[in-house]
């Protein structure tokens, strides 16, 4: 996420983050009835900060969303398919969604579900799942996600002319069930139907439009590798879209028609940046890890941008928006394809994707990531309530803070002064390498840096990351 809408965002859960209201529908009432054999699926993963995030007992392999959504009235039908594959053996289970829920099957036959609160939804399959197998479960949905809400958070952004599902840390029960946690990664299949005319654009491939009846047009886009359900969205209204090939990967950018042109050509142009901002990645950490790329900008004001995978979506940035595609491509790597198990851990994210902004203005004839860590560090007296948050336990309300940004960013800076640039970069490079297909902790990224220098960082990284001071200006803390 873009640092300026991190405070928006930070701003809003620091002042509304309330336990959750539970509303016990007359379903409820039905659960008093016998359960098979077997465990109840866990309502939340295990995720601290955030408790009834994701769900206990099984894995998303494929999400198959089948969405019409009528902009005028704001209102969505679904229909998503998820194909699971059971940790345990399962009488019972959740997924996360935030709209009423007309009829869920499981291996196509009717299950029973209710709405135990707003967040959860939770099916009774006709007989036990077992550990270590697949099952398949089709939930029927409908609602105004508009109308939504979740630990006081509205993050349906929508006009009755333009719509893009981009949030963070939770965006998907608005629109799908999912097991909405970076810990569960799967691949992505999006059907969206809107009137014909409408474009919709998603993450990864566009793969066909297809007419249907009463001037309707399904938009079907497919995302190859696994990505966390937050990072899915569409976006549906009028855009102009631009399409092409660089160095053999595939790239597509979309602008709001309702900016005006010239604000669309300041647009194009600097998503046009994109690729030649992958390159300049590549050369730092290694591959691109998808197989398309690109951005969208919409005229809706979200207040921040969004890493979306493979193709982010930003407000209109203006001309000086190139640092913001820096971070949002920076995150392709550190965020999306090495993913964070828990929330705590953020600053392996935004940190990292910061810490880029500076290294490619560094590569650009801007001044050095040393340089810029020496003025941050100057410019804040240790009085200073930035110093407060503790970066690897920053606790939820403060996950999207300026410190997680900047002194996480600093914290890159600094262990390059301390271990060297060419050390610091082999890390980074053995990082996207080792914790793409498990996550990633901080304790691991520690564990990798003291591997790869050779040195003991304990006391470096307690200053940096776990201490709510300034650290002191020495050798060792790379200052
Ligand atoms: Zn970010």
Partial sequence: MGKDGGMHVAHRLGALLVSIVVGLGPAQSSLATARPPGDAGAQGIGDKYFPRDGNGGFQVVKYD????????????RGKTRIVAEATADLSRFNLDLLLPTQRVLVDRRVARFTKPDPHELRITPRRTIRAGTRFVVT??????????????????????????????????????????????????????????????VAGGHLVAKSRRASGLTTWRWR???????????????????RQGSTAGRPWLNAVSRRLTPAQRRTSFALLAKTVAVDAWLESVVGSYPFDTTGGLVTSLDPGFALENQTRPTYPFLGAGGLSTVVHEQAHQWFGNHVAIRRWRDIWLNEGFATYFEHRYAQAHGGRTTAAWLAAEYDARPPADSFWEVRIARPGRAAIFATPIYVRGAMTLAALGNRIGTDSLDDVLREWVHRQAAEGASTAEFIALAEEVSGEDLDSFFTAWLFSGTKPTASAANGL
């Fill in 65 to 76: 969303v089948r969405v019409r959504y009528r902009l005028r009235s704001g209102e969505l």
């Fill in 139 to 200: 939930v029927s949905y409908a609602g105004r996600p508009g109308s939504v809400s979740y630990l006081g958070q509205r993050n349906w952004l929508a006009s009755p002319q333009e719509v893009v599902t981009m949030n963070q840390p939770h965006m998907a029960p608005w629109w799908f069930p999912a097991n909405d946690h970076p810990s569960d990664k799967a691949r992505f299949r999006l059907h969206i139907t809107v009137p014909r005319g409408t474009q919709v």
């Fill in 223 to 241: 995302s190859t590798e696994p990505m966390a359900p937050y990072l899915a969205y569409f976006a549906a209204g009028d855009f102009a879209i």
